[in-house]
């Protein structure tokens, strides 16, 4: 669980956007209150309140703040936490895992490397066949339902 390496991109790995860096300002401007609390300053929404927590719709999660392309809902899984649960994220996604040592545990934190937005956490109880469990708040996320010319495709 580090940093996922940088792969070459491909049809089937997620675009590779700059870096984007915004002012304080700017970020409160664009998102919610509830998203700016979440994914800038690290915050956590409660359980099953999230948009996302209970869906089933196919499709893309995105970074909420950049709209990165980070996981598919075919790696959701119910987890019973009350938040979006995945097994993996897409290939070459781009994620920085970042060691947590906030509220007296040790977790390890997932951020978007695009605009380091806050995303949640991964922890090792997930299903196979990864074995891991990305915790991720729904505000954190945007979701890009599927369409029918999706399924004639694996790319995104």
């Known amino acids: 669980m580090s940093d996922q390496p940088e792969t070459p991109e491909s049809p089937q790995t997620p675009e590779k956007p700059e870096k984007i ?15 700016y609390r979440v994914a800038r300053t690290a915050g956590t929404e409660r359980a099953f309140t ?3 927590w209970d869906t089933k719709t196919a499709g893309t ?22 938040w ?10 781009r994620l920085r895992e970042i060691q947590d040592r906030s509220l007296g545990m040790l977790r390890t ?3 978007c490397r695009t605009c380091d937005a806050h995303l949640g956490h991964v922890f090792t109880d997930g299903p196979p ?11 954190s996320l945007s979701l890009d339902p599927a369409t ?4 004639d495709s694996d790319s995104d």
Do not use: H, M
């Open 129 to 139: 066949p990864t074995g891991l469990r990305y915790c991720i708040n729904s505000v």
């Open 109 to 111: 934190e997932v951020t």
């Open 61 to 82: 999660y995105r970074c909420v703040c950049c709209e990165t392309a980070i996981f598919r809902s075919d790696a959701k899984f119910d987890s019973g936490c009350g």
């Open 148 to 151: 029918d010319s999706d399924s």
């Open 50 to 52: 999230g948009e996302f």
């Open 21 to 35: 860096v915004k002012t304080e300002s700017e970020w409160r401007t664009q998102l919610t209150p509830e998203q």
């Open 84 to 93: 979006p649960s995945f097994f993996e994220p897409l290939e070459g996604a």
